[in-house]
């Protein structure tokens, strides 16, 4: 009876502990934003977005959210004074979507990117990005159709809702191992705000410690063929005579890391095409398939060429050939400074099979 | 007339004198004379007029009566002390010049079958036992037609006496499962013993017990599978219900329907009765673990809006658990006690309250709701009204673990829950054994 009398006395004290705390009150923080300020005491704004909730879900209504910035030396102490501005306890569980301002990026990620990766509530499975111009601005656009506060970015990140081939998808965990991965360099899609809502076509690669440069979206298009290998894309196929665009449905690449000790060490990119045409100026049945085949590939082979040499003019290696040379046998340190300076100098030597399987019209 | 016969007349009249049913006849014929006494409530007027009056008017002489009766199934009782017993159990006792016989002319009552009522199935068969023991053996002895079924029976209960009936396939049950079912019976001693439940509890030897070890059925047709796969089956005078042992948990979460059914169809069906198991357990202990302590489980879409549907809640998520709980055990207990045509306008009633009301008035979330709706129908689904029962139990302490650790808590509750029943025994059978070893008595057999 006692026993009963205390497990009773326990369980009406608990709402008192540390562990137990209901929903309703805690304060999801359904975004992360960390930028750069000019304030060299106070490097970091951090801007957390927090959820409203509310009973019933209606499009564009129910997105309410409010959001509370702090800046601070570090990133833990920006939190703890945002906690002390709200009234209820934040809850990270759900901070799916983490931004990094431009300008920061542009300075160092490594900083302020530990604190979220030693964070026990913070989930590696959460999307970072970078917001241009910065995380803030991001965080503080509410879609038209969005339901719950933040849930369009999610749906664009997490290929839950649309799947373009111009989003670059970056979870926090494979974001921190290539930041730590020797042979295989981070990259980030890029955010930007238009008219209350967003525009995603952009991708930021970066070394080990900094952003290097922003591709083009075009470029982004065929960086998220290279990294991804499952994407479903389109590509444009332009001749004196009319343009044809080609929708592809699966497509494989292979790579091979060739005359390593030579003086021309060659990066041989094989890539299979399957595809259908679907838009076209002229009839096309008719035509000389294999040579369509053959004006693609040509092209395709220079949208590669050209965003790989891009890449290796930048020092960075997303795709990951120096993995690749570090899996080929045993590495030394001495191997993998001499990988550093062939990589600048490997030739790209590209090589396109391009297999039109339709014309999208029955002749 | 002699000294004995005044003395049996005698303390009849005396042990009988206040009962108004006792009855005593007195016929006499040229040369002899016949006394006989009864209880008018208990004994058959049909049967007293084929074993007793008739034969008495065609009688010669009185050693052609006593033939008659002895044929008849009379008994010579030299005994005087033992008379006032037989006449409570029915039996007339007849007395003829210097000898007393008793002859059981016993009413049965209620010996049709009923129609199924707790145990339905959808394609079988539709009745269920009697309350009559007689007609109950009849009824399995048609349905399991082999000599090897063995009954023996025992009286049990110091004033009830009632008569209980052990039957078993004695090829295939297990002789030391007998033995102990036999020693268990003998050892039984209470005044009153009326239903397999409570005989069940008698047979348990525990004063604390809340998981069934035996089966209690009203369906023939399960009787007759378990005595073809070895089990022991007792029934009891007056019970429409019949114990069958040894049982395991997983005997309890098997309908007849099984059989009835394709192969796919009854695996799918017990696959969902699992599922709906684990619901009945868990989810109110789930739920409480996802609001109060790790809301980041579930999606943030879902998670979002269980917050905002607890948002006019202002008491912590057990209260609003325990409280639709309460309410819901409420009902289902009232329409079990209430009559028929008022039990509808309760359940109504009690759904519109819990439905709606409850959750405008900010006493609970709408999503709590689901839950409890969820875990209340997903409970009925257990065959064995037994095992239901007892998971309708099991569920606070996962609640209770909830409430102070969250999901750890609830977790470490299924161990322990999974760890009891392990360490459970139903007459020496393991409790979470999958195969008691019997063999495929109504399935198609994959060796042929």
């Known amino acids: ?363 | 007339m002699d000294f004995n016969n005044t003395a049996v007349s005698t303390l009849l009249q005396e042990t009988f004198k206040a009962s108004n049913d006792f009855s005593t006849r007195h016929t006499v014929k040229e040369h002899w004379a016949v006394r006989y006494y009864y209880l008018t409530s208990l004994c058959d007027s049909i049967k007293l007029n084929e074993s007793i009056e008739k034969p008495l008017l065609s009688s010669q002489s009185a050693e052609d009566f006593i033939d008659t009766l002895l044929t008849l199934g009379a008994v010579k009782q030299p005994d005087v002390s033992k008379l006032p017993e037989l006449i409570i159990t029915g039996h007339v006792v007849i007395q003829l010049m210097e000898n007393v016989f008793s002859l059981d002319a016993k009413k049965s009552l209620n010996t049709q079958s009923q129609e199924v009522k707790i145990e339905h199935v959808l394609m079988g068969p539709q009745k269920a036992l009697s309350e009559d023991l007689l007609t109950n053996i009849n009824i399995i002895r048609s349905r399991y037609q082999k000599h090897e079924l063995h009954l023996e029976q025992y009286v049990l209960g110091r004033s009830s006496k009632t008569e209980t009936a052990l039957l078993f396939d004695v090829h295939l049950a297990k002789p030391h499962i007998l033995d102990r079912v036999r020693s268990k019976l003998l050892s039984i001693d209470v005044d009153i013993v009326h239903s397999t439940g409570q005989l069940e509890i008698l047979m348990n030897n525990r004063r604390i017990s809340l998981f069934p070890t035996m089966i209690t059925t009203e369906r023939p047709d399960r009787i007759v599978l378990n005595l073809s796969q070895g089990k022991v089956v007792l029934l009891l005078q007056g019970s429409p219900f019949a114990l069958v042992l040894p049982a395991v948990f997983f005997d309890f979460m098997s309908a007849m329907d099984d059989l009835n059914q394709a192969y796919w169809i009854s695996t799918g069906l017990i696959v969902i009765r699992y599922i709906a198991l684990a619901i009945a357990l868990t989810l109110p202990a789930l739920y409480i673990s996802l609001i109060s302590f790790n809301p980041e489980v579930t999606r943030i879409q879902l998670t979002m809006s269980i917050a905002g549907s607890r948002a006019a809640v202002p008491y912590p998520s057990y209260f609003e658990v325990l409280f639709m709980l309460f309410l819901i055990e409420a009902l289902v207990e009232a329409s079990l006690r209430l009559p028929k045509f008022i039990g509808s306008t309760a359940t109504t009633v009690g759904g519109l309250i819990l439905g709606q009301a409850a959750q405008q008035a900010g006493l609970v979330s709408s999503i709590m709701i689901i839950i409890t709706s969820a875990v209340a129908i997903s409970n009925f689904v257990i065959p064995i009204n037994t095992m239901s029962a007892a998971m309708r139990i099991v569920k606070y302490p996962l609640i209770l673990l909830a409430i102070l650790f969250g999901f750890i808590g609830t977790v470490a509750g299924m161990f322990f829950l999974i760890g009891y029943l392990a360490n459970m025994r139903s007459f020496d059978e393991p409790y979470l054994k999958l195969f008691l070893g019997e063999r495929r008595t109504s399935r198609p057999n994959k060796s042929r």
Not at chain 1, 88 to 109: C, R, Y
Not at chain 1, 124 to 143: M, Y
């Open chain 1, 1 to 363: 009876m006692n026993r009963l009398l205390l497990i009773g006395a326990m369980i009406l004290f608990i709402s008192g502990c540390s562990g137990f705390k209901d929903i309703d009150k805690r304060y999801f923080v359904v975004g992360i934003g960390v930028d750069r300020t000019e304030n060299e005491q106070k490097p970091y704004r951090v801007t957390l977005k927090l959820g409203i909730p509310s009973a019933k879900i209606q499009p564009g209504a129910t997105n309410k959210f409010e959001l509370v910035s702090e800046d601070a030396a570090s990133i833990q102490e920006a939190v703890r004074l945002i906690k002390s501005k709200v009234d209820k306890e934040l809850d990270f569980g759900h901070a799916k979507i983490i931004l990094f301002g431009k300008t920061l990026v542009s300075q160092s990620i490594r900083e302020p990117l530990d604190w979220f990766l030693r964070r026990r509530d913070i989930q590696l499975i959460g999307l970072v990005a970078v917001g241009d111009p910065s995380a803030r601005e991001i965080l503080n656009t509410s879609p038209k159709s969005e339901r719950l506060p933040a849930n369009s970015l999610i749906l664009s990140l997490a290929e839950e809702g649309t799947e373009s081939s111009y989003i670059v998808t970056e979870s926090l965990s494979d974001f921190h191992r290539r930041l730590t991965e020797k042979g295989k360099d981070p990259y980030m899609p890029v955010i930007r705000p238009r008219n209350n809502s967003y525009v995603i076509n952009q991708a930021a690669v970066l070394d080990k410690e900094r952003m290097v440069g922003i591709l083009t979206p075009d470029q982004t298009r065929v960086f998220n063929e290279l990294i991804r290998k499952h994407v479903q894309f389109e590509f444009k196929t332009v001749t004196p005579k009319l343009r044809y665009n080609i929708a592809v449905q699966n497509y494989r690449i292979k790579y091979k890391l060739l005359h390593l000790h030579s003086s021309e060490p060659t990066i041989q990119i094989t890539i299979k095409i399957k595809g259908e045409v679907e838009e076209s100026t002229a009839p096309l049945f008719q035509e000389d398939w294999n040579k369509l085949e053959e004006l693609s590939e040509e092209q395709m082979r220079e949208r590669f060429v050209k965003v790989l040499t891009y890449l290796q003019s930048k020092k960075v290696d997303p795709v990951g050939f120096g993995l690749r040379y570090r899996a080929m046998g045993y590495i030394s340190e001495e191997d993998w400074e001499a990988w550093q300076t062939l990589y600048p100098r490997a030739k790209f030597d590209v090589r396109v099979h391009i297999k039109i399987i339709d014309t999208g019209v029955i002749k």
